[in-house]
């Protein structure tokens, strides 16, 4: 393979860069010309599509967001969109393309393998929902963003007695809650994979007051099925208790990547290049037990997400 595409999509997150210099330099080690493609799938429709050399990715391993810019394309949903991609990944004579990003821009991946291109996938969101990798590119650097903030809420939390409610980003999983839920000692998490129980949320913040505790921290992720508006009133409404809620946002999907970060992505972003070079496609990356692992794409796709539950209850008897 001579000539590969690097592109990444959906929403952005920190390692992205790191991942783009590993193919990048990864590529031209291998002998490769490599091609980036601006926007994700929109740009690609468009073709928004440079030559990269050793110099374009100078200097990007410790930033966050993408140099690349990202998307999320409805364009390429749609079969004229996709049929333009096509035509655009020939007129370019790209012979592989990988691919950046989460669930649905995988999922868009395999689409255009099951058309016939040689894509790699690999993992970059901040939400660790690809059963396929135990970490995903973003993932450890949002835990500990949202960790700096646990730390500066919990400061006034304590000074002004109050349980306060933090609403973190994750989509449909809990991974980025449970995991900045236990390491910053948060008395209650919330996530989507269990469902919430009211009775017993309030009865442990109650219990934790009659045990000296003045203040306490609920995690909760997005997807969880009530709104942090409306758990803040029903807490309440029904302990006393001064409550507040804060949702952190996109300050989670920024900032300079962690080491963690910045080692899973070079680590995948080198092994996609490599499974290029040797003409393999059709493959998602990821990082299991601190090793490289690949699957079909397909088979990566089809994967079950599971939650780490334990790591809640562990969360639980440690923060009574
Ligand atoms: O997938 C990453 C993520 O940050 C989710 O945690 C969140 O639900 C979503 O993206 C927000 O997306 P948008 O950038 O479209 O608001």
Redesign the pocket.
Known sequence: MKRIGVLTS????PGMNAAIRAVVRGALYHDMEVFGIERGYEGLIAGEIYEMDRRSVSDIIQRGGTILKTA?SEAFMQDEGFAMALNMIDSFQIEGLIIIG???SLTGALRLAEAGVKVIGLPG???N?LPFTDFTIGFDT?VNTVLGAVGNIRDTSHSHERTTIIE????E?GD?AIYAGLTGGAEIILIPEQEVDMQAVCRRLIEGKNSGKRSSIIIKA??VNISSEDLEHTIRERTGLDTKMVILG?I??GGSPTARDRMIASLLGYEAVKLLSEGIGNKAVGIHDGSVVSFDLAEAMRMENTTILELGTLAEILSK
Not at 10 to 13: A, N, Q, V
Not at 168 to 171: A, I, N, P
């Open positions: 959906g929403g952005d997150s999320r989460g669930n649905g969101t901040i939400d929902d949002a973190v980003m994750g989509r999983c980025i997005e997807g996109y989670q999907r």
